[in-house]
């Protein structure tokens, strides 16, 4: 299968062989195809988009980002927006009417059908972030008194539009999860078996309230192929899939990337974003860290006097103070993300901590002996390399210990481990390193 370039596409369109392109794009794939469009223009991607069969229109169109998404919403009928929305998953419709402005919202859901309306509307109604957002009401539930054949009828009947069939769900009258059942296991068994005989009980499930991440981690530690989730009367109102658990750790991950990187993320692409609100996402960190490292310039401009007389040790001040920065980064990084994963637990803090400081007593003396040798080298000052040497095995303890402990404080606060920062950790580093290596060298050149 050819996949077709970017040039190819523009010249097939301005040639108006609209055939070759629809032949050309039918033999691609759904992704392939989004990719390709998300770079036309917006007269190419609608002209494009209407070449497409409908069932491979509703994929493409699931496969497109926020902004492509909306961009085409704009240049098409209400009648085509209409027959893609209903043939959207609900929670992927959801997250596509999150992201528009409320009255494009109104409109938008005054083109659903009444049921998949109350459909949308019940999965907005719940927290963004929750597994009740992700979830799709579109599930398999069987009751445990059905026998096997009469099991397999409803799932054939029902196997159309849901989002999974290998997984199924048992449901008392009052739809509380009881149990699940594979499909697997209903093919083997004989057709005149209850459901609930081969029914697994107790499934593993999330609540409509647990953070999505929970949901993610339940799917993946147990092997699921979807996850349950039930309201906090423990009715089955949805399931969580695999696919949906993807994008919420692709979320995740760029989320936490953004905010390790003092940087408000945004859901619209890089060059889709104007300048002016990238420079404001930005600058808000910045402007703190500013004001905060004014302490580092107080600190330095007070030591005056010793400058004056050891004009060598304000060489080495960017060395230590951006050493302590980067070994801070490396634990934080190394412990959010052990948080994260689940790898780590808080319960486990000192012991954390305490591995990092080894780790850092390690480092900073590997890398004082480094810098006493390349010190004295450059200066010819044997008390000014002593006091670098010092100064950098202080540093690097500290900074093990600041940066894998303010996770942990994060937590304990109830605030994402992911908002330690690494200019943050850079920052407060810069004011201690400079205060350690001042304090180091009066010590010192007072011996």
Request: contains cysteine; proline residues 4%; negative net charge.
């Amino acid at each position: 299968m050819e996949i077709l370039d970017e040039r190819t596409f523009e010249e097939l369109i301005e040639s108006r062989n609209l055939k070759a392109l629809r032949e050309r794009l039918m033999s691609m794939e759904p992704l392939d195809v989004a990719i390709l469009l998300e770079s036309a223009s917006e007269e190419q991607l609608a002209v494009a988009f209407r070449l497409l069969p409908k069932d491979m229109a509703v994929e493409v169109f699931d496969d497109f980002d926020g902004p492509t998404q909306h961009r085409l919403l704009e240049s098409m009928t209400h009648q085509v927006v209409s027959q893609l929305l209903e043939a959207m998953s609900p929670d992927d419709r959801a997250e596509l009417l999150e992201e528009v402005p409320a009255s494009v919202t109104r409109r938008l859901l005054g083109l659903l059908s009444s049921e998949q309306r109350q459909v949308t509307l019940q999965l907005l109604g719940y927290e963004d972030g929750t597994a009740g957002r992700e979830m799709t009401p579109y599930f398999v539930d069987l009751r445990s008194n059905m026998t096997v054949a009469q099991a397999m009828d409803r799932i054939r009947r029902l196997a159309v539009d849901r989002e999974t069939i290998y997984e199924c769900y048992v449901i008392d009258p009052s739809r509380h999860l009881e149990g699940t059942v594979s499909l697997t296991e209903l093919v083997l068994a004989r057709p005149e078996s209850k459901v609930g005989e081969i029914a697994v009980p107790s499934p593993k499930k999330v609540f409509t309230f647990s953070d999505r991440q929970e949901a993610a981690r339940v799917l993946r530690d147990n092997e699921l192929i979807a996850v349950p989730v039930v309201d906090r009367e423990g009715r089955l109102v949805g399931i969580i899939t695999q696919d949906d658990v993807a994008d919420i750790m692709e979320e995740e991950v760029t989320e936490d990337i953004y905010r390790f990187g003092a940087v408000q993320g945004t859901e619209r692409g890089y060059f889709t974003t104007r300048v002016f609100n990238v420079v404001r996402r930005r600058i808000s960190w910045l402007l703190l860290l500013l004001v905060v490292n004014t302490a580092t310039a107080s600190i330095i401009a007070g030591q005056e006097a010793m400058l004056a007389e050891v004009v060598l040790l304000a060489a080495f001040i960017p060395l230590l103070i951006g050493t302590g920065g980067n070994i801070g980064a490396q634990s934080a990084t190394v412990v959010i993300r052990g948080l994260a994963t689940g790898e780590i637990r808080p319960r486990k803090a000192l012991a954390i901590i305490g591995r990092e400081v080894s780790v850092g007593m390690l480092l900073g003396g590997a890398l004082g002996l480094a810098v006493l040798l390349w010190a004295f080298w450059l200066g010819r000052d044997s008390r000014v390399s002593m006091i670098v040497a010092l100064t950098l095995v202080t540093i690097a303890v500290l900074a093990t210990a600041v940066g894998s402990a303010l996770p942990f404080l994060f937590r304990l606060s109830k605030v994402d481990p992911a908002l330690v920062s690494a200019p943050l950790i850079t920052t407060v580093m810069d004011i201690s390193g400079v205060g350690v290596y001042f304090g180091v060298a009066h010590a010192l050149l007072r011996l």
